[in-house]
């Protein structure tokens, strides 16, 4: 007959092993589930999400910092502020680098897209400074957005898509990409279709453009028709959500909500553009004077927090 005492030591130590295969396995799964989520995803704070605080620039970056942002999209005339105080492009990588984070845009609104040919050349030269400063701290792109026009003077799409080109060759020289910004509620920008068509015509190798959840319910972007571009024309998400009661026609910026917080498809949307291993960077870009109201740190945190919890399962 066996020893009750060996048997009950061998039972002790198997379930010891036992325990600790389980203990690596769930150790295994979070390691898989980090470089997938690594992979898929860059998690990035806009600064508009914190900008009505008026904190400043470095402020900001030391609150997407501490919130647990590595990555922002800064807004260029925060940063011009900073430059203007007293503050250096030498300065400003120090501050990136001791705050961990590094820019993946910076939100400018230079006026390359209007008629007017004097203003135009004038915004060109200067959107040409603006990207060799950007390129100084590493940054790699600048929102091409549709500021200058309105809706009664824009013009057509072979011609944006032509002054399109006309940035995207000032980014051959600097390294920094205009990524062309969809805005739901301007003529001939206002959904998917047409800015894509016009990043095509220009046929330039670098062009991309710039999506944002928000403006693709605003500009009523169909996602049945979504999957029909290649996820390669994004580098940007903008990430926010929208309440049920407002319908695009009236709905503004400063209605957007936390990701996960409204009805907008999130999920569907990022299926469809992150397919193919594609990496994307997530942006939360809100406008919502209730969380300007809040503590900019906690408004950081609940921001990445709720990203992170409306990517899970897709």
Known sequence: MLNPQINRRKALQFLGATAGVALVNKADAAIAKAKKEKALHTFCLNMATIRGHKLGFVKELETASAAG????????????????NGGTIGDTKKRLNDFGL???????FNQWIVDDELTRKKEIEQMKRDMGMLAEI???RIAATGKGATNSITPDLNTIAERYR????????????PQLEMWG?????????EVLYMAMKTGHKSARILLDIFHLYKG???LNTLPLMDPLAVDILHMNDYPAMLSYEVITDAD?????????PI???????????????????????AYYNQDALIVAKTALSKMKMVIEGV
């Open 102 to 108: 590094k820019v993946e845009n910076s939100i400018s």
């Open 138 to 140: 590493g940054c790699k």
């Open 69 to 84: 942002f590595r990555s922002v999209e800064i807004w260029f005339d925060s940063w011009q502020e900073y430059l203007k």
């Open 256 to 264: 957007r909500i936390y990701p996960g917080d409204g009805v907008a």
């Open 267 to 289: 999920k569907r949307i990022l299926k469809i553009l992150g397919r193919n291993n594609h990496p994307l960077v997530l942006s939360v870009e809100l406008f919502n004077k």
């Open 220 to 222: 009523q972007t169909s």
């Open 166 to 177: 006309t940035i995207l060759e000032l980014g051959d020289t600097s390294g920094v990409v």
């Open 185 to 193: 509620f301007m003529k001939n920008m206002s959904n998917v279709s």
